[in-house]
């Protein structure tokens, strides 16, 4: 079981994402935060498997939780599910610690996908 920390300040996006992810029976929601501060905290707590990290958010970004989670949980990986990715954010980002970026604009499919194979990949 694949135990996923969603932190997102938009309650609408963290309902859509849980709603996404029980449809997948290996995955599991372990908790939600609405800002960059109860993600690192709820980060700590909970060690989940999986991080989906939103940029912008309140109190501290997703760039301030990501840093902070990294030094904390360095194994743990942190997607990011943003409606800002350009390239400058994607190398900011990854020098935080992000593994991967994926623009909302995107839509669901490249998320999945991008958690799929940080799964696969932190499995071996």
């Known amino acids: 079981m694949t135990r996923i920390l969603i932190a997102d300040d938009r309650e609408s996006m963290r309902i859509a ?8 029976p290996s995955w599991e929601i372990c908790g939600e935060a609405e800002d960059g501060r109860e993600a690192v905290l709820k980060a700590t707590d909970l060690r989940p498997d999986l991080i ?20 904390n949980l360095p194994t743990t990986p942190i997607v990011m599910y943003t409606l800002y990715k350009d390239e400058q954010l994607e190398a900011v980002a990854k020098s935080a610690g992000v593994r991967r970026v994926v623009a909302k604009e ?6 999945l996908g991008a958690i799929e ?8």
Do not use: N, S
């Open 17 to 24: 994402l849980k709603t996404l992810f029980v449809l997948r």
């Open 52 to 71: 989906v990290l939103d940029f912008k958010m309140p109190l501290a970004d997703g760039l301030q939780a990501a840093q902070e989670i990294g030094r």
């Open 117 to 124: 194979a940080e799964v696969r990949e932190h499995e071996t």
């Open 106 to 111: 995107d839509g669901v499919h490249e998320l």
